[in-house]
């Protein structure tokens, strides 16, 4: 079976696996989601479930005839459901536990799996080979009376069951007449009645996630997308430290062959800000005081003052990239990268986003820690940084590796950490302060005005030094750079929809990079594309547009990063927080409001 984005997130903030359309873990990392992938042939093209094929976890019924795979309501909580030729059934039901115990929240390194017997005589083989360093080797094992040990470079897993653990280790076919139970964590033993133990886990964690959503302020319309979305991307913090991820997976390709294939599982400043930015919409403020404890201590470690693009979620600023050999990519289109080099590239846009993150906090009376005098304090050098270095050159938002250039995306986002320290001063009464940073922020407006109009042909230019195309310039409007009705706006969406609109999607550019031209649309511009349709008047054309990205989710309810504007398949990283907040600031916009159907 060819690998697609036909995949299924579960997790627990803590560890995460992708369950494929067979119901087949295909990727997972261990003890967190940028570690050892035990679960890792989404990114080896052998038969699956062959000889010599590891790196997965298979439950499957002998002489499968379909299979139909969903969510529990409001959680990430899947069901699979098998039916053999005779009509005989399985449901295998998969999750990582998650609840509040003993005053904190209970999130171990652990995949639990039911299977539940639904109608005749269903028979099963339950095939768990993880696999060490990068899919180098299956792990040895060892067994005992009810458990199998599963020898990891970074650990060591148990299998616990009360399925025949023989059979399991011998992957054998046997009858299912009643439940079975397994727990693949930590190397303890399991006191307590296994099936009892994760009916409880399956409760708690259905209750704890359905509880969640419930205080999602959605929109009217399309919220299941929403709520889909809004799990999804809580699922991509690291709730130990509040760190969020850029997509749960490395090395997908941005199209066939492209070798654009980066490692996605780290936390980007950039993409952590427009998460946050997002579930603040639903009033989701949990990710926003963990991600920003997390931004606090990113702040005060940073030499000299300089922030990195991106870190590891446990706060490290070294993620030095590597190829993992063993594994020949996603449908065999290598390489597979471990690490990401653009944590050694300057990208000023990042100074504006720490600060954008942190100025609601000066405002929400609703958040438990409310930004004071001493964070205001704490952002000032960030925002000198973004004003010493807004009009410097930069490897810009779209992580160039050998190109520079001073990028007005980025210029705009160091005046917009002026911008609102200013805001924060004015809240905080320090209005000297408040002045000082106005001035600074006027200044750059001017430099960034002036630098990047051309009036020869009447539109923004995505570089100071040239006349160039590129879909961030729509976010002058999100950052209040620009108004809607502001014609210069106008005349640059004008450029930009006509330059790089493809059909329904949007490029990134239209030029060559390091890697030649551009061959699929990027997800979250066209979702910056149906903003700025919305704020212009254009609202019917917003809405078919927002309608067809929603068409092309996956089953699961999720996009990727990128798609082939031609055929409409799904490329890239995967799920994608960009294109997840897309769906949830569009949705938003465009909703019709709750008092339409009261």
Same mark, same amino acid.
């Not at 997130?9 to 067979?22: E, F, H, K, M, T």
């Not at 873990?25 to 010599?52: I, N, T």
């Not at 979250?524 to 927002?546: P, Y």
């Given at each position: 079976?060819?690998a697609?984005?036909?995949l299924?997130?579960?997790?627990?903030?803590?560890?995460?696996?992708?369950?494929?359309?067979?119901?087949?873990?295909?990727?997972?990392c261990?003890?967190r989601v940028?570690?050892d992938?035990a679960?890792?042939?989404?990114?080896?093209?052998?038969?699956?479930?062959g000889?010599d094929?590891?790196?997965?976890?298979?439950?499957d019924?002998?002489?499968?005839r @379909?299979?139909d795979q969903?969510y529990?309501?409001?959680?990430?909580?899947?069901?699979?459901r098998?039916e053999?030729?005779?009509g005989?059934?399985?449901?295998?039901i998969?999750f990582?536990?998650?609840?509040?115990?003993?005053?904190?929240?209970y999130?171990p390194?652990a995949?639990?799996?039911?299977?539940?017997?639904v109608?005749?005589?269903p028979?099963?083989?339950?095939?768990?080979r993880?696999?060490?360093?990068?899919g180098?080797?299956?792990?040895?094992?060892?067994?005992?009376?009810n458990h199998?040990?599963?020898?990891?470079?970074?650990?060591?897993?148990?299998?616990?069951?009360?399925?025949?653990?023989g059979w399991?280790?011998?992957?054998?076919m046997?009858r299912?007449?009643?439940?079975?139970?397994?727990?693949f964590?930590?190397?303890?033993?399991f006191?307590d009645?296994?099936?009892?133990?994760?009916?409880?886990?399956?409760?708690?964690t259905?209750?704890?996630?359905?509880?969640?959503?419930?205080? #999602?302020?959605?929109?009217?319309e399309?919220?299941?997308?929403?709520?889909r979305?809004?799990?999804?991307?809580? #699922?991509?913090?690291?709730?130990?430290?509040?760190?969020?991820?850029?997509?749960?997976?490395?090395?997908?390709p941005?199209?066939?062959?492209?070798?654009r294939?980066?490692?996605?599982?780290?936390?980007?400043?950039?993409?952590?800000?427009?998460?946050v930015?997002?579930?603040?919409r639903?009033g989701? !403020?949990?990710?926003?005081?963990?991600?920003?404890?997390?931004?606090?201590n990113?702040?005060?470690?940073?030499?000299?003052?300089h922030?990195q693009?991106?870190?590891?979620?446990?706060?490290?600023?070294? !993620?030095?990239e590597?190829e993992?050999?063993?594994?020949?990519g996603?449908?065999?289109?290598?390489?597979?990268?471990?690490g990401?080099?653009?944590?050694?590239?300057?990208?000023h846009d990042?100074?504006?986003?720490?600060?954008?993150s942190?100025?609601?906090?000066?405002?929400?009376?609703?958040?438990?820690?409310v930004?004071?005098r001493?964070?205001?304090e704490a952002l000032?050098?960030?925002?000198?940084?973004?004003?010493? @270095?807004?009009d410097?050159?930069?490897?810009g938002?779209?992580e160039?590796?050998?190109?520079?250039?001073?990028?007005t995306?980025?210029?705009?986002?160091?005046?917009?950490?002026?911008?609102?320290?200013?805001n924060?001063?004015?809240?905080?009464?320090l209005?000297?302060?408040?002045?000082?940073w106005?001035?600074r922020a006027d200044?750059?407006?001017?430099r960034i005005?002036g630098a990047?109009?051309?009036p020869e042909?009447?539109?923004?230019?995505?570089?100071?030094?040239g006349?160039?195309?590129?879909?961030?310039?729509?976010?002058l409007?999100?950052?209040?750079f620009?108004?809607p009705d502001?014609?210069?706006?106008?005349?640059?969406l004008?450029?930009?929809?006509?330059?790089?609109?493809?059909?329904?999607h949007m #490029?990134?550019?239209?030029?060559?990079?390091d890697f030649? #031209?551009?061959?699929?649309?990027?997800?979250?511009?066209?979702?910056?594309?149906?903003?700025?349709?919305?704020?212009?008047g254009?609202?019917?054309?917003?809405?078919?547009?927002f309608?067809?990205?929603?068409?092309?989710?996956t089953?699961?309810?999720?996009?990727?990063?990128?798609?082939?504007p031609?055929t409409?398949?799904?490329?890239?990283?995967?799920?994608?927080?960009?294109?997840?907040?897309g769906?949830?600031?569009?949705a938003?916009? !465009?909703?019709?409001?709750?008092?339409?159907?009261?």
């Amino acid at each position: 079976m060819t690998a697609t984005m036909d995949l299924w997130p579960i997790g627990n903030c803590q560890v995460s696996a992708l369950v494929d359309r067979a119901g087949r873990f295909v990727w997972g990392c261990l003890p967190r989601v940028d570690g050892d992938p035990a679960f890792c042939s989404l990114l080896d093209d052998k038969p699956p479930a062959g000889e010599d094929a590891f790196g997965f976890w298979e439950i499957d019924i002998d002489r499968q005839r @379909k299979t139909d795979q969903y969510y529990m309501r409001n959680t990430p909580v899947l069901v699979t459901r098998h039916e053999d030729e005779n009509g005989s059934a399985i449901e295998v039901i998969d999750f990582c536990p998650r609840f509040a115990r003993n005053g904190r929240k209970y999130r171990p390194v652990a995949f639990v799996r039911i299977v539940r017997p639904v109608a005749g005589n269903p028979r099963v083989r339950v095939r768990l080979r993880p696999a060490t360093n990068w899919g180098e080797k299956q792990a040895q094992t060892t067994r005992g009376s009810n458990h199998i040990r599963y020898l990891l470079d970074d650990g060591v897993m148990r299998l616990s069951t009360t399925a025949p653990v023989g059979w399991v280790e011998d992957e054998r076919m046997f009858r299912v007449e009643r439940p079975l139970y397994f727990f693949f964590g930590p190397d303890e033993s399991f006191a307590d009645d296994i099936a009892a133990s994760l009916e409880n886990m399956l409760d708690r964690t259905v209750e704890e996630w359905q509880h969640w959503a419930r205080s #999602l302020a959605t929109p009217h319309e399309w919220q299941e997308a929403v709520i889909r979305s809004a799990i999804t991307l809580k #699922l991509c913090q690291h709730e130990e430290t509040g760190a969020i991820v850029a997509a749960l997976t490395t090395s997908i390709p941005e199209h066939a062959g492209s070798q654009r294939n980066w490692d996605y599982r780290y936390c980007w400043v950039r993409d952590a800000y427009y998460t946050v930015q997002a579930l603040n919409r639903l009033g989701a !403020l949990d990710v926003l005081e963990s991600y920003l404890e997390y931004l606090r201590n990113i702040v005060d470690n940073a030499k000299e003052g300089h922030i990195q693009p991106l870190y590891g979620v446990g706060g490290e600023a070294i !993620l030095t990239e590597r190829e993992a050999p063993a594994l020949n990519g996603y449908r065999g289109m290598g390489p597979v990268r471990v690490g990401n080099q653009a944590y050694e590239q300057i990208q000023h846009d990042a100074y504006g986003q720490i600060v954008l993150s942190n100025a609601q906090a000066f405002f929400d009376h609703r958040l438990l820690r409310v930004a004071g005098r001493d964070d205001f304090e704490a952002l000032e050098p960030v925002g000198e940084r973004a004003w010493e @270095k807004f009009d410097k050159p930069d490897a810009g938002l779209w992580e160039l590796r050998t190109k520079s250039h001073v990028h007005t995306y980025s210029a705009a986002m160091c005046w917009a950490a002026c911008d609102r320290l200013a805001n924060a001063a004015q809240a905080l009464g320090l209005f000297e302060r408040a002045i000082f940073w106005r001035e600074r922020a006027d200044q750059m407006r001017a430099r960034i005005e002036g630098a990047a109009w051309r009036p020869e042909t009447q539109r923004m230019s995505a570089t100071f030094g040239g006349d160039d195309l590129d879909a961030s310039l729509l976010q002058l409007l999100d950052l209040r750079f620009l108004a809607p009705d502001d014609p210069r706006f106008r005349s640059t969406l004008d450029a930009v929809e006509g330059g790089l609109r493809r059909g329904s999607h949007m #490029l990134r550019y239209a030029t060559e990079d390091d890697f030649g #031209l551009p061959h699929t649309a990027f997800n979250v511009c066209t979702f910056w594309l149906i903003e700025a349709l919305h704020f212009t008047g254009r609202d019917a054309d917003a809405r078919e547009l927002f309608e067809e990205m929603l068409s092309r989710c996956t089953p699961a309810g999720l996009l990727s990063e990128d798609i082939d504007p031609v055929t409409g398949e799904l490329w890239g990283n995967y799920p994608q927080t960009y294109s997840l907040v897309g769906v949830i600031n569009c949705a938003v916009l !465009l909703s019709k409001p709750w008092s339409a159907i009261r």
